[in-house]
């Protein structure tokens, strides 16, 4: 039982870590505390159940039109609004990420109305349950686990092998001096900004798994990706993906031990502890 609470725990967290690497890569590169990425992942449900209702798709290979849509909509958001407000107040720049937030949300409610919608088991590519040594792990539980930790190996091998990559952690260490090096420091937020979009986009693709596609779906995961991002330390990719996985650990640990309508209450207990003895996240520096 020990066995299967950790393995859905990882699952669980697994989803909220793509999240958590999300907003950990606008903030490392762009000092920009992000509200929407709930949002995005919201658009990545929608479009992946869209697809799937109308083309057939299975959300498995809708994974890269939903990662395709939400990085150039990632890129577009930052020309149309993220850029102008770069030089403002750090208020005013989480102030109009909120605003997104609260729009990309009331529209959502405005076209799709409030219902819960879900893809079928008997209607996925892959569906049932495999066993392992007692162990029973279903496997719409198990491909996003696959995924997420595939995506997660991706985006660390383009952010320290690639030269675009290498370019954004230039930026991010010293954006002056990146740009005496020929670096374009505006191109470079843009990608990073559609890059986290799109991965985002992705985790919500996935998600149609085996989770209800609603307007504020988001929510909840939106915030345990920052308390994932702050148990990881900001700014660290690998900080941010340890600590969605401790944040899906602790919550189904917690919802199988304890009433599950307490489980929060340890999820925030559990981030509290480690703040207060490592202020800076398990990986901060």
Not at 37 to 63: K, N, R, V
Not at 110 to 128: A, N, P, V, W
Not at 223 to 250: D, K
């Amino acid at each position: 039982m020990l066995t299967q609470i950790i393995v859905e725990g990882i699952i669980n967290g697994s989803i909220i870590a793509l999240v958590a690497i999300g907003i950990a890569l606008i903030w490392g590169v762009m000092g920009l505390l992000c509200f929407a990425q709930g949002e995005f992942l919201m658009i990545g449900m929608y479009t992946a159940f869209f697809l799937h209702q109308y083309l057939g798709f299975d959300p498995l290979f809708s994974l890269p039109i939903c990662a395709a849509v939400l990085f150039v909509f990632g890129i577009s958001v930052y020309k149309v609004m993220v850029r102008r407000v770069l030089t403002g107040p750090q208020l005013s720049q989480r102030l109009l990420t909120f605003g997104l937030s609260m729009m990309l949300c009331n529209l959502a409610l405005m076209f799709f109305k409030g219902d819960y919608r879900t893809i079928r088991d008997t209607e996925l590519l892959f569906s049932g349950s495999v066993s392992i040594g007692g162990l029973s792990i279903a496997i719409n539980k198990l491909i996003p686990l696959g995924v997420c930790l595939l995506l997660t190996l991706i985006l660390y091998l383009i952010l320290n092998v690639t030269r675009f990559g290498k370019a954004i952690q230039a930026v991010s260490m010293d954006k002056e001096a990146a740009s005496l090096m020929g670096i374009d420091s505006d191109r470079c937020y843009a990608l990073a900004f559609g890059l986290s979009c799109g991965i985002t986009g992705a985790a919500g693709c996935i998600l149609t798994y085996y989770y209800y596609v609603f307007p504020s779906v988001g929510t909840t995961f939106q915030l345990f990706g920052f308390i994932a991002v702050a148990l990881g330390g900001f700014g660290s990719i690998v900080g941010a993906f340890f600590g969605g996985v401790i944040m899906g650990l602790v919550d189904t640990g917690a919802g199988f031990v304890f009433n599950s309508a307490f489980k929060y209450l340890f999820v925030c207990v559990a981030y509290v502890l480690i703040v207060t003895f490592k202020p800076k996240g398990l990986f901060g520096k």
